[in-house]
């Protein structure tokens, strides 16, 4: 799979808030390293979080930050997109999927993706949509 198709389409595993908050998919490893983070109060929720690297994790969301870390292999053709929450990811998104296809869809195409589609599913969050699950799939893909 191009690094380009990874752009647009969605695998069929996307999560939901409720699946990166859960701790019940999470391996032996990652439940080791949990249980010698220092944890939060609860929050709105009733879930603990952990403070990994210097931020604060769901469990399964810990679990993917492994996986990417242990299985992702950058392609000189990767694009990676890194922003501070609040800071204009969606803009961000939006202008990534408008550059890597230029040639694909013309701005004025009333079909373009962008015109019909939230830009956080043409350009996927690692850490959260592609390693919480599934990472088989991510193993396969000819960019990883």
């Known amino acids: 799979m191009e690094a ?3 752009l647009k389409t969605p695998p069929k595993f996307i999560n939901t808030p409720a699946n990166f908050m859960k701790d019940d998919d999470v ?3 990652c439940k080791n390293l949990i249980s010698s983070l220092p944890t939060s109060d609860k929050d709105y929720t ?3 979080l952990y403070n990994y690297q210097g931020s604060w994790f769901y469990p399964n ?3 993917a930050i492994l996986n990417f870390q242990k299985h992702f292999r950058a392609r000189d053709s990767d694009i990676i997109l890194a922003s501070l929450p609040k800071s204009g990811t969606t803009w961000l998104k939006a202008l990534v999927f408008a550059v890597v296809h230029r ?3 013309a701005p004025n195409l009333v079909s373009h ?3 019909s589609d939230n830009p956080h599913n043409l350009v996927r969050f690692l850490e959260v949509d592609l ?3 599934n990472i088989e799939f991510m193993l ?3 960019s990883h």
């Open 27 to 29: 391996s032996q490893e």
């Open 113 to 115: 993706p962008l015109l």
């Open 61 to 63: 969301t810990i679990q």
């Open 131 to 133: 390693y919480v699950k």
């Open 140 to 142: 396969t893909c000819a």
């Open 4 to 6: 380009s198709q990874n």
């Open 103 to 105: 040639n694909k869809y």
């Open 46 to 48: 009733g879930k603990k």
